[in-house]
């Protein structure tokens, strides 16, 4: 089974392909399995990982009360070097964006290229502080349920296909409870990261979700014009998890990043 002793804990990751290293980090209240579709279409042009971050998915139960986006980046870039790697194309969605733009203040060197996706720079504001301890009582009196049902609402574009759904819902009802807390207050206390994304000096992409409400294209634009050379994808059709939505757009893109090249398509003849 694919595990790392990382900082103490024990990191579960899922891996395919080989060559140079390219790490997956997912959002909340994910896991690893966010990325299988990233998996399957890059394995011919690195070795892709997707990893669960420290008390997600099959990765080691945490005690922690917080779950800091810095602990999680040092678990990352401990994680590169257990893979045998000096640096990685490092791919973050959403909560797994906070996590790579921390690894890229602390640890830039391990950083080959960064993927923000849907995503943010800034931190929660006073309301959204406020969102996360409504959040925590709500998932710890009526349950992990009650959230998916939310999260199916508001991370996903409309009409979703019943495989995203179901997807998306058994990671969100797989997620330990004392790590939604634990990541909602790490989540609630991150630091504000804007001024670092003009200092982001490897090849960088912005990938938003066309119908993202929660990092909705306007912001994932103005996150890229503030990285010197990013490049923006906006998907169309796409929600919060495009990724998971629309993988074959992602995936292009990533190539793109990746090889630094268009990707050229094949069609068989109508
Ligand atoms: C995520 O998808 O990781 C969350 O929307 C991040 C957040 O709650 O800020």
């Known amino acids: 089974m694919p595990y790392a002793r990382v900082n103490g804990t024990m990191l579960y990751y899922r891996e395919a392909g080989e060559g140079r290293l390219a790490v997956f980090i997912h959002g909340f209240p994910l896991d690893h399995s966010m990325w299988l579709d990233q ?7 690195r ?5 669960d971050l420290r008390g997600f998915g099959r990765s080691d139960p945490v005690v922690e009360p917080a779950l800091s986006m810095e602990v999680f980046a040092d678990d ?35 950083v080959r290229t960064l993927t923000l996706a849907d995503t943010r720079a800034a931190a929660d504001g006073p309301e959204a502080r ?11 009196d009526r349950g992990r349920e009650a959230m998916a049902a939310e999260v199916m609402q508001s991370l996903l574009a409309p009409g979703p296909t019943a495989q995203v759904q179901a997807r998306l819902r058994s990671m969100v009802e797989g997620t330990r409870y004392e790590t939604i807390v634990a990541a909602l207050l790490g989540m609630r206390d991150r630091p504000d990261r ?7 000096s490897v090849p960088a992409l912005v990938v938003g979700g066309e119908q ?23 998907v169309p059709g796409a929600g919060h998890l495009s990724p998971m939505e629309r993988p074959s757009e992602v995936n292009e893109a990533l ?13 068989p003849e109508p």
């Open 39 to 45: 998996l399957a279409g890059l394995a011919h042009v």
């Open 47 to 51: 070795r892709c990982v997707a990893v």
């Open 76 to 110: 990352v870039a401990e994680l590169i070097e257990a893979l045998g790697s000096d640096s990685a194309d490092v791919v973050g969605l959403s909560m797994g964006g906070y996590v790579a733009l921390a690894l890229w203040e602390l640890r830039p060197a391990v």
């Open 130 to 140: 406020r969102k996360r301890q409504e959040t925590i009582d709500r998932v710890l």
């Open 194 to 200: 804007t001024h670092l994304l003009s200092t982001i």
């Open 212 to 234: 993202d409400q929660s990092t909705p294209p306007s912001q994932m634009r103005a996150m890229a014009q503030a990285i010197p050379g990013a490049r923006t994808v906006i």
């Open 255 to 267: 190539i793109e990043l990746f090889e630094g090249r268009k990707v050229v398509w094949w069609r």
